[in-house]
Structures are given as structure tokens and as C-alpha cells.
């Protein structure tokens, strides 16, 4: 799949000359007040994200217009004049873009994808549980850039490429010794930095999916991790098909998404045959940055080594 924007998208990678065999999805500027009117909103709707099946309509105060149709189309329309390309393509290449991957039948996580030696791992979790800081420490020891934010698993356990960046808080950029000055910010009134890792950091190609990492960030209130909390990184055995499972469906990219265009079904099926291939496990992770660091020196994520006790039972709803 390549796109044709009329915004530039530094995000992605790009390419000089158009391939025949490779479908092309469209991203224009359009007026919003020329887009049908949606009759019969799905109940998953809210108020400033509007879905039927094949399309989804996204109304942001102050940023702007978004429509994906068809898994065709991606329209856009600024607020007003004040509005950067920046805040534009924030939500163009995440939200928008997944949005068109869900309508086309991907399966589609929040996650960042690294790839090493042709093989390729996924780092899948919640906000705040250190995605983005781990990806830039792996990319500091030789791994290579997949798809960072929004990432999709192909039926044939391949990872294409995506948005290539790593966004940090100010905090993270801190301890990781990052000077922050210059980087640009994600969008105004985030202290949130978007850093493009130099080119020989950047993957060039699909690579095979080789493991997916549930990532959980120790706090001091994590009574039952001592490990982690004294800066060691745990690895979990592989979980069962039917806890991986659960753990996959709960990472999938805003599970909105999915239920409001009546695509629910198709995702469970996909998260299925993915776990039935590709091992799942949990990735314990210290809270302290550069214990993180230091400690991913002694393992490797493509071959996770001695496990520690085994999983509970996956207790975990949809998310939403």
C-alpha cells in the first residue's frame, strides 16, 4: 500500500516512483461541509467521533476535520488557518491512518515494531508503560525502526512499514541525556518530543514477525516485583493461546474503531491465527530509565531466555 498526500508526511517513508501492483490510498484537503450527511451514526460513536461500517469521521476543536472511507480515502480539513501541518499530521498518521488499515481488514495494535537481523518483535502496552523509552533504547544498541504508534500485523506475520519516529516526554528525554531544545514538539501544549532516528536506524522493508512483548512498567507500589523494582528485566513464559489472545485483543489500536465499524469479528479472527504463530509474552520493565537500558544489554528479545514463573490467568477486558 502507498499513499498520495497532498501534506507532506516526513513520518513515512517515502518513495520516487509509483509500483502498479501496489494499491494507492489517497489523502486530500477537502471542505467538510461537502461530506454526506451520516443518518445512523453506530452506538459506539461519541461526540467527536462519528462511525458506520466503512467509514469513520473524526471532529477535533481546534485541530480540525478527518474522514476515512472505504479504506480508500483519507480527507482532512484544518480548523482554521492557525492550525500547523504538525497538529494536521499528528492525527493523520495515527488515528486516521488506522482507521483506514481497520477498514481494509489489518490487524492493527498500538505498539512500536523494531527489527534486528531480519526478524522483527512488537512492543504492545498501555500509555505511560514505556513503549516509545524502550524502542529508543533498542535502537541504541542496533535495532532498526518498523513502525512506531500505530503498527500493523499482515495475515502473513510480516510487519510492513509505518510512522517511523519516536515521541518521548520531556522527562524521558532527561534521563536518557536527549537534549530537547531543538526537537520539535508532537503538537502545541504537549511538553512531548518527536525524534526521527537517523537513517541507518530506520528499517527499509516488511521483516517477519518473530515475538509480541506485553510491556508492564514497575512502580514503587509494585509490592510483588522486586526484580524489576531493583532494575532487572523479567521476561514471562510465552503465554496460552487463549491468555496471548486476550492480551492481543486488548492492545488492538483503539478498540472503538473496530466495534464502530462492525469490524469486531474480523479482529478476533485475525488476533487468533496471530497467536496460533507468534509467541506472546510479558516484559516486565524497571521504572528506572537507565536500569532499563543496562539490563537489555544481557538479553535477547528475538530469543527470550529462561522464564520466569508462569502467567496467571488473563483477567483483561476489551479495551476501549
Known sequence: MTLKSDIALPDLTEINEETPEIENIELRNTNHTAWPLLLDPNQHSTPC?????????????????????????????????????????????????????????????????????????????????????????????????????????????????????????????????????????????LKRYRITPA?????TAPTPLSAIYILNRSTNGDADNNDTLSGKIKVSEALNQQSGLLALRNQAFHARFYRGMNTEA???????????????????????????????????????ASPSKPEPSEQESFND
Open 199 to 203: 537513517s541507518q536506524s530506520l528499517a
Open 49 to 189: 467521533i462519528t462511525m458506520v461500517p466503512q467509514e469513520w469521521r473524526l471532529e477535533l476543536e481546534g485541530i480540525g476535520w478527518f474522514r476515512a472511507t472505504n479504506g480508500q480515502i483519507l480527507e482532512w480539513e484544518r480548523w482554521n488557518d492557525s492550525v500547523s501541518d504538525r497538529d494536521i499530521r499528528t492525527f493523520l498518521v495515527t488515528s486516521g491512518l488506522g482507521a483506514l488499515a481497520i477498514q481494509r481488514g489489518e490487524l492493527v495494535v498500538h505498539g512500536t515494531a523494531l527489527e534486528r537481523d531480519g526478524r522483527a518483535i512488537a512492543l504492545l502496552g498501555h500509555p505511560t508503560t514505556g513503549k516509545s523509552t524502550l524502542a529508543w533504547c533498542l535502537l541504541q544498541q542496533g535495532w532498526r525502526l518498523i513502525s512506531s504508534e500505530v503498527t500493523v500485523i499482515k495475515a502473513d506475520r510480516t510487519i510492513p512499514l509505518g510512522p517511523q519516529h519516536i515521541k518521548l516526554w520531556h522527562d524521558a528525554t532527561q534521563k536518557l541525556g536527549i537534549e530537547a531544545v531543538n526537537l520539535p514538539l508532537v503538537r502545541r501544549g
Open 266 to 304: 474480523r479482529l478476533f479472527m485475525q488476533a487468533t491465527g496471530c497467536v496460533r504463530s507468534t509467541p506472546v509474552h510479558r516484559l516486565h520493565l524497571p521504572d528506572d530509565i537507565q536500569a532499563m537500558s543496562e539490563g537489555l544489554k544481557q538479553m535477547d528479545l528475538l530469543n527470550p
